[in-house]
């Protein structure tokens, strides 16, 4: 029973999870849970260690072993639960501020590969055309098959100026598609806005960082100075979330009162519930939120809380379904874990965990053709001898054809086309019926 003596070691790791939080007030761990430690399966678990240690190949050291065994443990939990190294809770500050070196890639595990969540806007990832789905199978020619996400994320990190070569498995191609990538300093701009048309604006939002909301809140005061704003574009496609406490602050730019969102877990203190503060800064415009399979997380939140409280049409595509919430737990001053310790929910209860945001109106991703008119067509002003209209020119003007919007981006397109016809219905409501 030599291997008892491994035990003392490992089990102070084993409770730290337990006592964590009596050393650091602001851990979500609840201090008063007694401990529940299988002394039987732990006789096993030392007694593996005690082989492996004594008999493998190779020497390994004891503290590599025990952090490759809490490494296997988060690894057979959700593909959002992970170690974090000094490294790797590093690179997780510098994605939150939105500044870092890398390819610009949200992704997760599936299957033991890494998969691609979303392409931030503006980077070597998007420009090289990986899209939301995408399985990376290689890095450098090296399987990603047994590496740890963290492992995957470390590889795709680097110098600006070095390359990357990428082997991607894509849905409905049968041969992976090799891409060599250039890294670049990564600064994601969370917000854009623009005005498409006279009164009608557009808001993108690229990820969640912890100044998005601020961003966001001064990107709606600019566009409602530039004139009367009479309808609203949210662009969420392919934003990978980020901070939550962002998601909530967004969703009461354009909410007035009530529920934005709440979450559940099995600890009293990850039961919290987010409820509007401030009035609309819109003051109720007309809005259409654009989604797609990459509109994932804190996103979606926006998304069901505008949806459920009747604030916006969604249109787009199904989301990406991550309605679960994460919490960096501290091990000690410079390891911890990324562990998932909530699931969130609408304002109407709905879960979003692997089922997404359905949008209201379904708009796919598509190649818009003007088709060429007939200049021959003859109309009733063309044949002689036509009545002229009695009430001579009338003044309404066709409506401008946006044919460079359409082909650029035909959802886009449709979002300012629904605005518009949203616009006419409310004019024609106020005008007084004889």
């Known amino acids: 029973m030599h291997y008892l003596k491994k ?71 959700d593909p959002h ?28 595990m599936e299957d033991g590969f890494v998969k691609v969540i979303s392409p931030m806007d503006d980077t070597p990832a998007a420009k090289a055309g990986i899209e939301p789905g995408d399985l990376i199978i290689e890095l450098d020619n090296k399987p990603v098959k047994g590496m740890s996400l ?39 701009a969370s917000v854009r806005h623009r005005l498409l048309e006279d009164g009608f604006g557009y808001l993108r939002i690229a990820q969640f960082q912890s100044k998005t909301g601020t961003e966001v809140e001064k990107a709606v005061e600019k566009l409602v100075e530039e004139g009367k704003l009479s309808g609203l574009i949210i662009d ?16 009461d730019i354009f909410v007035s009162e009530g529920l934005l969102v709440y979450t559940s877990g099995r600890l009293s203190n990850t039961d919290l519930k987010f409820n509007a503060t401030t009035p609309d800064a819109t003051d109720g415009v007309p809005i259409v939120v654009l989604v797609n399979e990459g509109t994932a997380s804190a996103s979606e939140i926006v998304a069901g809380a505008l949806q459920d409280h009747g604030r916006a049409v969604i249109m787009g595509t199904n989301t990406f379904g991550k309605g679960s919430v994460q919490t960096i737990l501290p091990l000690n001053n410079e390891k911890a874990i990324k562990l998932t310790t909530a699931l969130y929910f609408t304002p109407s209860g709905r ?29 009733e002003k063309d044949l002689p001898g036509h009545l002229t209209n009695v ?44």
């Open 150 to 188: 963290g492992e995957a994320i470390e590889a795709m990190r680097g110098e600006a100026g070095t390359e990357l070569a990428l082997t991607i498995v894509r849905e409905g191609q049968s041969v992976p598609k090799e891409l060599v990538i250039v890294r670049e300093i990564i600064q994601v």
């Open 391 to 434: 009430e001579g020119e009338n003044d309404n003007k066709p409506a401008k054809e946006n044919v460079e919007l359409a082909s650029q981006d035909y959802q886009l397109n449709e979002a300012l086309v629904l605005l518009k016809g949203l616009n006419i219905l409310a004019r024609k409501s106020k005008q007084p019926q004889g």
């Open 81 to 108: 639960s992970a170690y974090l190294d000094r490294s790797s809770f590093s690179d997780l500050q510098e994605t939150t501020t939105g500044n870092y070196g890398g390819l610009g890639l949200e992704v997760g």
């Open 351 to 379: 879960s979003i965990q692997a089922e997404g945001i359905v949008p209201d109106i379904w708009v796919d991703r598509s190649t818009v053709t003007k088709l060429k008119s007939n200049p021959w067509r003859v109309k």
């Open 236 to 251: 969420l496609r392919n934003n990978p979330g980020g901070v939550l406490q962002s998601a909530v602050e967004v969703s």
């Open 7 to 77: 035990l003392l070691p490992i089990v102070p790791v084993l409770l730290t999870m337990q006592t964590m939080a009596s050393e650091n007030p602001t851990s979500d761990v609840d201090p008063t849970l007694p401990p529940r430690l299988p002394i039987n399966e732990l006789r096993v678990f030392a007694e593996a260690f005690d082989r492996v240690s004594s008999a493998y190949v190779e020497e390994i050291d004891d503290r590599t072993l025990l952090e490759n065994a809490i490494k296997g443990m988060l690894s057979q939990l």
